[in-house]
């Protein structure tokens, strides 16, 4: 909600799902919320019933391609959200897992439809999976002026293994700035101040 309480913010969510799950939903709320912008976020789930027997990178670009479809026919813009890697994921020579090309793939085929690097506010400067980075500004500090981004279970942000979808008992840096800059980037298209990333672009926190 922006502070002239005119924008309204609806939030779809719940861990392990894949965007195969949410075309229903979608196709729903295009008609009854109709929303102007759209940040789609997925990190590579496939343990649900319409995730079987599909090849992970063929069904997302299929099922999201379908849903940035969906949304650009009723007028939305639409933000494609790079996730940051997992531990043992690897990256390619400018950062990027195979989604985020994904999602690279979609925005440059599509009208109304950028990606958001927001991945890059936890990574290492290279886009590379860390544990740990130099605090910024309104964060507790560790030791050394670190901290925590990543959970021990090297893919979510918790600083404590939890189980799933149950809330972070301590306040999770990671989630914070991943939330922040998925945040930044839909208030900025809503507000007519998008910077419109390219495919080049690479933001990342200063140290």
């Not at 894949?18 to 929303?35: E, F, G, N, S």
């Not at 507790?140 to 925590?148: A, D, E, I, L, M």
């Not at 939330?179 to 390219?198: E, F, M, Q, Y």
Request: charged fraction near 20%; hydrophobic fraction near 40%.
């Amino acid at each position: 909600m922006l502070a002239d309480h005119r924008n309204e913010v609806l939030v779809r969510t719940w861990g392990g799902t894949a965007p195969c799950d949410w075309l229903t939903d979608i196709r729903d709320q295009v008609r009854r919320w109709r929303p102007t912008v759209v940040a789609l976020a997925f990190s590579g789930n496939q343990g649900t019933a319409c995730m079987q027997g599909r090849d992970l990178i063929t069904a997302y670009r299929q099922d999201v391609t379908e849903a940035v479809r969906l949304l650009t026919d009723y007028g939305a813009d639409v933000i494609l959200v790079e996730a940051p890697p997992r531990r043992d994921q690897e990256v390619d020579a400018a950062g990027l897992t195979p989604l985020d090309r994904v999602w690279r793939e979609i925005a440059a085929s599509w009208p109304r439809t950028r990606v958001a690097p927001a991945g890059r506010a936890v990574t290492t400067a290279t886009g590379h999976f860390t544990p740990m980075l130099p605090c910024v500004a309104g964060e507790t500090c560790g030791p050394g002026g670190q901290v925590t981004v990543r959970s021990p279970d090297g893919v979510h942000f918790c600083p404590k293994v939890e189980p799933p979808m149950v809330a972070c008992p301590v306040v999770a840096a990671g989630a914070v700035r991943y939330g922040t800059a998925i945040a930044r980037a839909a208030l900025a298209l809503a507000t007519g101040k998008d910077p419109r990333p390219t495919a080049g672009d690479s933001p990342h926190p200063a140290a």
